[in-house]
């Protein structure tokens, strides 16, 4: 429809990933077991929040995890870009 929307937009990540912040609103993100990194910059444009989530690898076993949530209110049709950086 027209008007503004809300937009949320969620990435659930394996339990074995280190997943935090930075400043700049970039994602870094390191594996646990192997140690690669891998950073995630994002579109100025959204909002970015780190939630905790869980993450079943089988029903009833539950793990915790990182969850991160992308908010923008905007009128659609809308373009945003996420860039990854390995390390």
């Keep these: ?13 394996s339990p074995v990933l280190h997943v ?14 192997n140690n690669l990194f891998l950073k995630m910059k994002l579109d100025q444009k959204l909002q ?3 939630l905790d ?4 690898k089988k029903f009833g076993l539950t793990q915790k ?9 905007a009128q ?3 373009q945003f870009t ?5 390390s």
Excluded at 20 to 33: G, S
């Design 20 to 33: 935090e912040l930075d400043a700049q609103q970039a994602l870094l993100i390191r594996n646990v077991q």
């Design 65 to 73: 995890n990182i969850v991160l949530k992308l908010t923008i209110q």
């Design 82 to 86: 996420q860039t990854l950086e390995w």
């Design 1 to 13: 429809g027209t008007g503004s929307h809300l937009i949320e937009i969620f990435f659930h990540f």
């Design 53 to 56: 989530g869980h993450y079943a």
């Design 48 to 50: 970015a929040t780190l």
């Design 76 to 78: 659609l049709p809308l």
